[in-house]
């Protein structure tokens, strides 16, 4: 069976190396450790189906690349990760429905799972 | 003849209408009248602005004076009886004295009622002075305290922000290498998932792994919670996990010899408020309850729904607060505790954040027996 393609973004290499780890047996994962080449990653692979993002990045921040993302890509469900608390911002992203949900660091990898294949079943 | 210096040479050949001496005494007569006038006409000695004892001693001299001159020839001209005239100037000395009382008490009257007058003038003046002056200084008073009340917000939500700042950047820093962890750990559940089904022990190693992560991303999660900077108060706050973070941030204080007795509520309706400010209201409160305990003590939390409104009850049994001392509790600044240990902004703070969920405060408290802290929020 061909596996979906999901792209992770964070700017820290570990949590790229061990989503790859946990997450690569189940799906296709594409890693990018900033905004910039994360769009690069989605105009190379159009069939990437969730994108999840981590909040606190250099260059822009999570919510600023997923904004950028779904102005091209509107089909591509996005998540987000945060180490703070819920803020006005990501709340007011949640409503619009930018995002589909917000998750706090430190994340596990079964609800990461459920909440892509939850999408993926749509 | 000696020459007069007043007067023109031809005046000196003329033959004088009056003696020279007499013309010179009147001219100098005329001379101090006039400057005398003049001094009348242009500064203010006029009759109403004299002094009162100048008027009083003119008017009697010139009574005493005119009286001895002219009442014997008045008498004289009036009464042409000897006789009569000898019993008339007998009395004329009386008649003097009782005419010129008369007209002095008068005289004196008038002028010690205008006194009168301007001294109750005065005093109502004087009282209305006072009577603005107590408004004014309890207007000021009121001022001082919400200067005061200001101030210590002021301080708190500097030290709440500082505060907020180190917390939400510590929390962030841990999270990351948390995140390791939670991450390795499910990796390597993935990798060992054989083994896993037949040693017991690796399962319980990697089990008490993600106890450890879990309880410190509870802590970092309730630091998040307790520093975030919202000030809007139309959050959904749900009161036992609040109490609970709170619980989980002073755990360390508690030094294991102060029990934590919890008595919630099953089913605890949501109130809307703002979740951080009431994290705020808990720590305060609790560390008070834990800084009255001594050495050991319990702390009992209960919850309860009454009336569309939450009870939450917090009891101590530690050291109490006087008689004296309980109505201060409140006022920004008032501590018991040593310099340096406490602000006394604490509980102003707390009432404060109360009254703006339109909540109630109380405590009742017994020296030595201890300190019961009851919060009333509404459910709304």
Avoid at chain 2, 127 to 155: A, D, G, P, W
Avoid at chain 2, 277 to 302: E, M, P, R, W
């Amino acid at each position: 069976m061909k596996k979906f393609k999901i792209l992770y973004v964070d700017d820290e290499f570990i949590n790229l190396e061990l989503f790859e780890i946990s997450l690569g047996i189940k799906y296709h994962v594409f890693t990018a450790h900033n905004g910039i080449a994360g769009l690069q990653v989605v105009e190379e692979n159009p069939d990437i189906k969730v994108v999840i993002s981590d909040m606190k990045m250099p260059i822009m921040n999570g919510l600023e690349f997923l904004r950028k993302l779904c102005t091209k890509h509107s089909e591509i469900s996005c998540f987000l990760l945060t180490g703070y608390g819920l803020t006005p911002e990501i709340n007011e992203a949640i409503r619009e429905g930018l995002i589909l949900d917000c998750m706090s660091k430190p994340f596990e990898m079964e609800l990461i799972d459920k909440e892509i294949q939850r999408v993926l079943n749509k | 003849m000696t020459r007069n210096p007043y007067l023109s040479d031809t005046c000196h050949t003329l033959k004088p209408l009056v003696p020279i001496d007499t013309l010179y005494l009147i001219q100098w007569v005329k001379k101090i009248l006039q400057e005398y006038l003049y001094l009348v006409k242009d500064k203010v000695v006029d009759m109403k602005f004299l002094k009162f004892e100048y008027k009083i001693t003119i008017f009697y001299l010139l009574a005493g004076g005119l009286w001895i001159l002219f009442s014997d020839k008045i008498l004289l001209i009036l009464i042409n009886d000897r006789t009569v005239l000898s019993e008339f100037q007998t009395y004329k000395g009386w008649f003097y004295v009782v005419v010129t009382a008369i007209i002095l008490y008068f005289f004196i009257r008038k002028h010690l009622n205008k006194r009168r007058d301007l001294e109750r003038k005065l005093q109502e003046h004087q009282n209305h002075l006072e009577k603005i002056v107590k408004i004014r200084t309890v207007e000021l008073e009121s001022t001082i305290k919400h200067l005061k009340e200001t101030q210590s917000h002021l301080v708190q939500s500097e030290k709440m922000a500082s505060l907020g700042l180190l917390t939400a950047g510590v929390a962030h820093e841990i999270n990351n290498p948390l995140n390791y962890i939670m991450g390795s750990y499910s990796g390597l559940k993935l990798v060992l998932k054989k083994q896993l089904d037949e040693d017991e022990k690796l399962n319980k190693l990697l089990k008490n792994l993600k106890i450890g992560v879990d309880k410190a991303a509870g802590i970092v999660k309730g630091l998040n919670q307790f520093s975030r900077d919202q000030e809007s108060f139309d959050e959904t706050c749900e009161i036992h996990s609040i109490l609970d973070n709170c619980l989980v941030m002073l755990n360390s204080q508690l030094n294991g010899l102060i029990k934590i007795e919890r008595d919630y509520a099953e089913a605890l309706p949501p109130c809307i408020g703002n979740v951080g400010k009431l994290h705020q209201v808990f720590i305060n409160i609790l560390t008070n309850s834990i800084q009255a305990i001594n050495t050991a003590g319990k702390i009992k939390i209960s919850t309860k729904t009454i009336n569309n409104s939450i009870l939450i009850e917090i009891a101590d049994t530690g050291c109490g607060i006087s008689k004296e001392d309980l109505p201060k509790i409140f006022d920004p600044f008032f501590t018991t505790k040593d310099p340096g240990k406490g602000t006394g902004l604490g509980l102003a703070i707390t009432y404060n954040i109360i009254k703006m969920h339109n909540g109630q405060l109380d405590f009742t408290s017994e020296l030595t027996s201890g300190t019961n802290a009851k919060i009333i929020l509404p459910i709304k």
